[in-house]
């Protein structure tokens, strides 16, 4: 999917995560059609966490990791 906002995608520099283990509380994240936020929750199996990141311009979602396309920001 592409980004909403075409400049943000570019103003970042991202990495596709390791693992679904690499997700930290306070690490920064990209989503390709949310933006950019901070996990602020992480919680159950390490192999595929429920992540609640807060989204500068969306607020808080929380999604699951293997599904939600994220990249890690650097």
Sequence with gaps: LPSSDPSEEEEYRR????SMESFRV???VYHPTL???RIT???GIPT???LTIHFKKHGPRTVFAVAAELEIVL
Excluded: A, I, T
């Excluded at 990495?15 to 390791?18: D, R, S």
């Design 41 to 43: 929750k992480r919680e």
């Design 26 to 28: 306070g690490m920064e």
């Design 15 to 18: 990495m596709v995560p390791e």
């Design 35 to 37: 933006g950019v936020g």
């Design 48 to 50: 595929n966490p429920r």
